[in-house]
């Protein structure tokens, strides 16, 4: 077992040899931790499908009255869809697993540790999600590999880290997880893209709905419908924020992508780049996204 002094020992040692490879350790540092926040800034949107499923399908027919008779108004019809809430909740899961996963990644490349991901069920949620073909299937996840990368990754800080870390150097951890943290990325971006995203157009279209429903209703007055017009205006404007910011983490997560790959390039080519030559380039793709975490961040 190491010592605290031997750990910290190792520790600048690995400093040491990831500069005589010119790359800068504050540099990837501070590329590791703008990728961590802006992965985690997922959380703070405030949009996904349990959210979208109590929140728009759920009260799609709140303003729904239908006539049961001559002069007699019936009451709208609870939706209550316990196989919907259920994917809700499996594709939230799965969402959150990578979304864990990738910013504990690089979480750990910033500050040497992970303990965020100590109480994180990792095994579990892969298992169940390979084994769920109508899930993977509805995320657009269309093999084990894209499952097994993230798990992979994920349990790097918790399981390698913490045990043989010290004897490693920085750049071959990321040079061994490339591939992984490649696949990881992408598979969210697709996830994202082609699955929570479009979720919001059709939310958009139940609000639309809803509201429609009251503003034809003759038994509704007129100064509720003014009122019911600004909550749909504002309604509109929350998914339309919601889907500004998703769209802005997708291309966060093509920089963050891009730029661990060009990292990982740039200090195993033959010809490594020089030093000044490696911090450019991290410092490129960490101004990029960081911007994009502020475009994020300025809508919420």
Known sequence: MLSVRNCAFSFFAAVALIASSCANLKQINSFSATATKTVDSYNGIGYNFLNSYYRYTVTKND???????????????????????????????????????????????????????????FDSITKKLKSDAALKSRLGITTDTQVDAISGIAKTFTDEITKSYRQKKLKNIMTEYDDSVTTSIATLQTILAKTLIPNIDNDRGLVQTRYRNALINPDISLDKKIELLKDYSHERAELNKSQEQLQQLVKGLEKIKNGHHDIVTGLNKTQKLTSKEIIALINSYNAEVYQLYKNIKSLT
Do not use: H, M
């Open 63 to 121: 303003y729904n009255f239908p006539t049961q008779s001559r002069n007699v108004i019936g009451f709208p019809e609870a939706v209550n869809d316990t196989s919907q809430l259920s994917l809700a909740k499996k594709t939230d899961g799965v969402i959150l697993l990578y979304i864990t996963g990738i910013a504990a990644y690089f979480e750990g490349l910033a500050d040497l540790s992970d303990k965020s991901l100590v109480n994180y069920n």
